[in-house]
């Protein structure tokens, strides 16, 4: 191209005496009318050219659809302030609409709390379209646990997002919600834990926040879920731990509990997982009491994403118990053998973190529970450190059993150890009755108070796979439900077969660990390996964050593939595939105001249906403002 006058002015020069001085001297000459046009097409043009090569070659936009990766990134959404216990909560809301037309196929109705578990009324509540991220196309090599936008060898057209979990070469095996791998059949299962530990607390979800209590239920005669307790094994519908008077004061308006223990002894404020049965909100509706105790049960993968539709009929199936308990501590007093501890319950084991605040000494602990109940627990000191709480002061701790791991973050920093605390479970760890009362916090020898407690839970990815016979075959052509006959592939549940009524054993933990111990070894005798995933050289496996909305490697057809003459596995991604690792959320929704905080209507949803009501459901509302709070990395 050659440069106009313009142009050359803008070259560097050695000097006064060189050719743009000389220039400078002279007026400009005048452009053409023509010749402006050319430089305004030219630099359009450069402009496209360049975003193009961009877009190639180093980064492209996306935008989430659905919701498979929540609570990393949200599709299409809806956002709900819980009417019992105030909790803001995000739900999915992708199955609304026809994803190629837009148009509306029905509207959600009902969603429940994560937190307290109440039924909320989502019809009428503003929905927004899902996060728009960047992706990185210049990775040189993918890590495990990294989220990755793809090409699903399936249906080539489509782009998926999903969470790298199996690298190439691996067997990967999905135990109890955990990820495991080995490189051949020789080798031991060795469990995958997420190195970076900001990724591990970017995908916790919620089970309790304690600042937010369900005041519906507590007004009609509920018990609280965190109580002063001494342990009393005969409480066996409590899991052992009644609420019982001790040294811990219960929770004041300010959800903070205060402890003033005498030297020698231990006290215990104690975490029930108390979860309300239907008959509980009946009585919350009449603005009755509650003449029935609410009942524990074990913590599981319960996703308050997913709202309450057909589309999601096993909400909550599985016991989990990697879990992360958050509090806030404020210590007055320390005697000389002041002594804090911290406790959370995972099946066989009991796992402690064990605080001398006059020194900052702290020891990570597991004890393992005997067969047989009247043998006290073997004890094992996993790791030792020091930590910066020291004599009287205010921190925020975090305690995380999560992935055979042991972790524990003052004020937001995770505290450096002699050594790992690490864990290894051999084979299936099974809930017991201790797990329905799964965290505590005991106190000796201090006058302190907690609050801001909070109990998260870890992902669970459910173990649900298709398999064929033989090894590969083709499955079901999904346009054609009359050819599904003539292919031999099922899917297969974690469980087998996933209409059993698993949720209501989740109260009986002993008889939970048994069925699903039966179920797990059912299966394992009926399809053996191939419930694994054996990768390729060239292959990664890749899972959804949402397990139980997530259409992801454990899901894949095998329909198209032999049609392309493509043979990589099933459930296999290829390198090729790969386009980019996602780097950051560089706009989510936008925030609208004026209106009670829903904006005015500038376009609604359209549907044929006229009983949905789409033209009084807006689609885009105005006006709204950048919702900085979520631009950030992925983790």
């Known amino acids: 191209m050659t440069a106009s006058p313009t142009n050359a002015s803008a070259s560097p020069s050695a000097g006064p005496s060189g050719p743009v001085a000389d220039a400078a001297q002279k007026p400009a000459p005048r452009l053409t009318r023509e010749e402006s046009i050319r430089d305004t097409i030219e630099a359009v043009a450069i402009a496209f050219i360049l975003a193009f090569i961009f877009k190639t070659f180093e980064a492209e936009a996306f935008v989430i659809p659905t919701g498979s990766m929540a609570p990393t990134l949200y599709g299409r959404h809806k956002e709900v302030q819980c009417e019992c216990c105030g909790l803001q909560y995000t739900i999915g809301a992708s199955q609304e609409v026809d994803q190629d037309s837009g148009q509306l196929l029905q509207r959600i109705t009902t969603s429940h709390c994560p937190n307290c578990r109440f039924r909320n009324d ?8 899902g996060d728009r991220i960047v992706v990185n196309k210049q990775v040189s090599e993918f890590q495990r646990f990294d989220v990755v936008v793809f090409k699903n060898p399936e249906e080539p057209h489509i782009n998926y997002i999903k969470r790298l979990v199996g690298l190439p070469g691996e067997t990967v095996q999905i135990r109890q919600g955990d990820i495991y791998t080995r490189s051949s059949a020789e080798q031991p299962w060795v469990i995958q834990r997420k190195q970076d530990l900001s990724k591990q607390q970017e995908v916790q979800q919620i089970v309790y926040d304690d600042s937010l209590p369900p005041a519906l239920l507590l007004q009609a005669g509920a018990e609280e879920r965190w109580v002063p307790s001494v342990p009393n094994p005969t409480a066996r519908d409590i899991a052992g731990w009644p609420a019982s008077p001790n040294a811990w004061q219960p929770a004041d308006a300010t959800r903070t509990y205060k402890v003033t ?4 002894e231990q006290h215990w404020l104690r975490y029930r997982h108390l979860i309300p049965s239907w008959e509980h909100w009946k009585a919350v509706e009449e603005n009755a009491k509650i003449e029935s105790p609410l009942q524990p049960q ?25 879990l992360t308990l958050a509090l806030q501590l404020q210590i007055d007093q320390l005697q000389a053998d002041a002594a804090l501890t911290l406790e959370l319950e995972e099946g066989a084991r009991t796992v402690q973190c064990r605080l001398q605040p006059a020194t900052g000494s702290v020891q990570l602990v597991a004890l393992t529970h005997q067969t047989d109940s009247q043998n006290p627990p073997t004890e094992t000191i996993l790791a030792t450190g020091t930590c910066p709480i020291s004599g009287t002061g205010s921190w925020q701790l975090m305690f995380a059993s999560v992935d055979d791991r042991l972790t524990l973050w003052v004020d937001g920093t995770p505290v450096a150890l002699e050594q790992q605390a690490e864990l290894a479970t051999e084979g299936l ?26 109990i998260s ?27 599904f006959g003539d292919f031999m592939a099922i899917t297969v549940s974690e469980v087998g077969n996933p209409g059993y009524d698993w949720r209501g054993l989740l109260r009986t933990p002993a008889v939970y660990a048994s069925r699903y111990a039966g179920a797990r070894q059912e299966l394992q005798n009926r399809y053996g390996d191939r419930l694994d995933f054996k990768l390729a050289d060239d292959e990664y496996l890749m899972l959804g964050d949402n397990s139980p909305a997530s259409k992801d490697s454990r899901l894949f057809d095998y329909y198209s593939r032999p049609l392309r003459s493509v043979t990589s596995n099933r459930f296999a991604v290829r390198r090729q595939d790969l386009i980019g690792e996602a780097m950051l959320i560089f706009w989510p929704h936008a925030v609208p105001f004026l209106n009670g905080g829903r904006g005015f209507s500038v376009l609604a949803h359209q549907s044929g249906d006229k009983s949905l009501k789409a033209d009084e ?3 885009y509302s105005f006006p709204f403002y950048p919702n900085i709070s979520r631009m950030k990395l992925i983790r």
């Open 122 to 129: 989502v019809f009428t509540a503003p929905v927004f379209n």
């Open 261 to 264: 223990a005498a030297a020698g």
């Open 298 to 322: 074990l913590v599981t993968d319960f996703c308050g994403f997913n709202p309450e539709t057909p589309n999601y009929p096993d909400q909550e199936m599985f016991w989990t118990n990697d």
């Open 429 to 454: 760890n099974l809930p017991t009755i201790r797990d329905l009362a799964p965290a505590g916090i005991s106190a000796t020898g201090i006058t302190a108070s907690v609050s801001a407690l909070k």
């Open 457 to 483: 839970r870890d992902l669970y990815y459910r173990a649900d796979t298709v398999v064929t016979e033989p090894e590969n075959a083709m499955t079901p052509d999904p346009m054609d439900r009359s050819a």
């Open 617 to 619: 459901y807006p689609l």
